[in-house]
């Protein structure tokens, strides 16, 4: 079978999750039955050690976050995921001075590398060079996926200025551009399935931008080529088509 079929997601953030989205996202994966299943990343939020953290977010419980998060990755069958910059806290944490801290973050970073392994599921780093996963192949019409690094309205322009054909998550909204050249370059933001109203953003005008949502579609596994569609929230549903003539 030359084409085969895969999801991408990103953007769940652990018990940030929203609940219609996540439902409705693994409804679809039930129906479509994807071979390659990709997270983008912030799979768990970790909000408890972020940099200007509330005083409520401090004693949150990071072990139901973490629960949440990877039980989400178990429940969605994810074969691919791509660290954020969510899951980059507590490896940075990992690397850091302080003894107690530096013990734990490394206890919690060695936990997820093993529960991946035990899903089977690749993990690629937050990193802008070897946090990049091929999907197909980009010369022959393929797609790089990141987590992303970019923010702002011009988020997209910017991983495709980086990467030529790319699909990104980390902005929580939808986007799609094709630049017109010989060779194109073409880049589509994934929307996000966390809840909309994190408190962190309430005050951020990008955040009356941000959409649930996910991508899909199939790839060739002779020539390379991808195709995307998109999954979107219309009214409270999920709108998407998945009939493919081939």
Known sequence: MAWIPYVICGDSHGDMADPVAIKAFLKFCDEFNPKIRIHLGDAIDFRAIRRG???????????A?????????????ANVWLWG????RIDQIAKSTNGIMRDYAAR?????HDFAASQKCQVLPYDVAKG??????????GFRCVHGTSAGIN????????????IHGHVHTRAHTVNSTYDPSEGYTCPCLCRLDMSYSKTWKA?????????FGIVNNRTGA??????????????YSSGFNV
């Open 53 to 63: 953290v509330s005083s409520e977010e401090k004693y949150e419980s990071m072990q």
């Open 65 to 77: 976050d973490y629960d949440s998060g990877t039980q989400f990755l178990r429940d969605m069958g």
């Open 85 to 88: 910059n969510h899951e980059d």
């Open 108 to 112: 919690v970073t060695q936990d997820m």
């Open 132 to 141: 990049v996963y091929e999907l197909g192949k980009v010369h022959a019409g």
């Open 155 to 166: 988020a997209l322009r910017a991983e495709v200025t980086a990467y030529n054909r790319v």
């Open 207 to 215: 955040s009356l931008r941000h959409a649930h949502g996910w991508l």
């Open 226 to 239: 991808v195709v995307v569609n998109e999954a979107r929230s219309i009214g409270g549903k999920f709108i």
